[in-house]
């Protein structure tokens, strides 16, 4: 039997198909297969669609047939991929391209944030575009509660989101986060203070106190952080360069993408651009200091780019400021030459109208008015001395040539006859030290508050 | 016989219909020429028979062991080619009609090893496309196919007595086949001889 049977096996072994009879019968069944795929017995989980955001936001769900798809492919694909999102940009809450921007343009956008220090700006960036959408809202008198609260909730957990990313760059480099906090604070403090005053307009106008909500949060996060502020660290001069040099990069950037600008923002903005490069430049020349003398004005020029970014980031959804709000002009030293020697100029003019002048009233109480301004604007000059930065001198130069100008004016209104010699210089500078006894009279009392019982 | 495979629930459908495919694919193509004498429709019918096979897959039948079911669809297969030939589909009908219980000794296994063992493989292989459908089938499951009496009896629907019987008879018929075959190479020799 085993015999036979083996014998018989050999035999029919030499029956088999040829490789390639072989290899065309697989083919022939793989593309049967093929043909007549198994049928998907399971069903597919229905995908349920719940609308991405809370009620505020639109969600636009696309339905397009199978056919049409294919059909129109090409056309639909750059659209979905290229228009959409480029459109998308300038959505605000309520439009219908603003859930693309959110869900989509963002996320997308995140991506590309790889350090912490970029996770932080851009948090912050969403949040200035959320607080910049608001008030586009606002001023359309679209912003209605649910809204605010929405946008609200948004700014709240992207500030804490970047807060979140500073915490984790503090325990790897406390350097990165002590910037990224310089950017961040700016950034809360602009945004809180353009509240503050829009919310004051709009109290004024219909919506009254709509922006209140949304100052609050800011407001919040501004004094916890002031409040965890308190860890000062020491950075390095390179790095502050090179964070400003960021900054002003991304400042032209903004200023190319941003299309609605007019000329004259233009020419403020790179005002602004050369103010710091220039402070930069000051902050480099006092190196030989140490460090610590030129990292307050390195920091200073970081904090007027930051704003720069903030105020061009507000241009970007169609916001429209003035740049002074954000930044204000910084003085090359020429100008602020000019300015103290067309102060001088006024000031003294000032004091000899009033001086001259007061010797044609008879009123007892109008004399001691005018020569208290007298007193006070002496004062004002005196105090110059001791003033440490220009900033400082350029108040009270403001503050002196105010009250000349208010006593003038009061003058004025009493209707006296003036004196000929008004504008004339007659009396040059050395008048000042005629009033000089004078000055020792007032000189305990503060001249601001002074200032103001008087003006 | 081969033990049922239980199926690795890992593999997707397809990858077991092809590990099938490639572990049978021989075999059947060897049964269906060997019954059927031509390559090209042996070929064709082990096609049908892995497409039908893939139908059922389709139609949501879980197919537990591979090889019964193969066979089962291929010998469906090769009774409709006979019937489309229709000279063996006749001779075939009435050889069944005429099949008996059998005796005691056809029935027995042990003497169909001994009949086989009395044989030459090598001849009976020849001669095989020399016998009736009927023998021809069982004795190519049998001793080529390897199949216990009981699979093929569930494979061409007849009784475990009739598969027996017909192994019997048909080694009976290839063991005069063989014989005759001798007589006539003797009766051919000894003419030579004469000569």
Partial sequence: MKKFTKQLETKASVVKLSALERKELRERVVSYMEYHPLAITKVAPKVVKQPLLAEPFKVVHFNFMKGRILQWGGVTAALLMVVTPVLAERAIPGDVLYAVKVQINEPVRSTLAFSPYQKVEWETELLNRRLAEARVLAREGKLNGEVEVAIATAVKEHSENAKREIEELRESDAEEAALATIAFNTTLEVQSASLREEGALLATAEGAGTVTLLETVINETLTQQASEESNTTILSLERLMARVEENTTRVYQLLESVTLIDAETHQDVNRRLQDIERTVQEGLDLREGGDAASAPLLIDALERSQRLIVFLSELQVGQSAKVEKYVPVVLTPEEKQNFIEQSEKTLAEQRAFITSNSLLVTDAETVEKMQYALTTMASLKESLETKATFAEVQATYEEALAVGRDTIEFYRSLNIETDSSTSTPAIPEDTASTTDPLLDIDVEISTSTQLEIEV | ?195
Wanted: charged share 35%.
């Fill in chain 2, 1 to 195: 016989m081969a033990v049922a495979k239980s199926g690795n629930s890992k593999e997707t459908p397809e990858e077991r219909f092809l590990k099938a495919f490639d572990e049978y694919n021989d075999a059947l193509f060897r049964h269906a020429f060997l019954r059927i004498s031509n390559r090209e429709r042996a070929i064709d019918i082990v096609h049908d028979t892995y497409t039908k096979v893939w139908s059922y897959i389709r139609g949501g039948y879980e197919i537990d062991n591979f090889r019964p079911f193969l066979y089962k669809v291929l010998n469906n297969l090769i009774i409709d080619e006979y019937r489309k030939r229709k000279e063996f589909s006749l001779d075939a009908l009435l050889e069944v009609d005429g099949v008996d219980e059998g005796s005691f000794d056809e029935l027995n296994e042990s003497t169909v090893e001994a009949m086989a063992a009395t044989l030459d493989g090598k001849k009976a292989f020849d001669l095989l496309s020399e016998l009736p459908e009927q023998y021809r089938e069982v004795i190519i499951y049998r001793f080529v196919d390897q199949l216990g009496p009981r699979e093929i009896s569930e494979l061409i629907e007849e009784s475990e007595n009739v598969v027996s019987v017909r192994i019997h008879r048909g080694l009976k018929m290839l063991r005069n086949k063989i014989e005759a075959g001798n007589d006539m190479a003797e009766f051919r020799r000894t003419e030579k001889a004469k000569k």
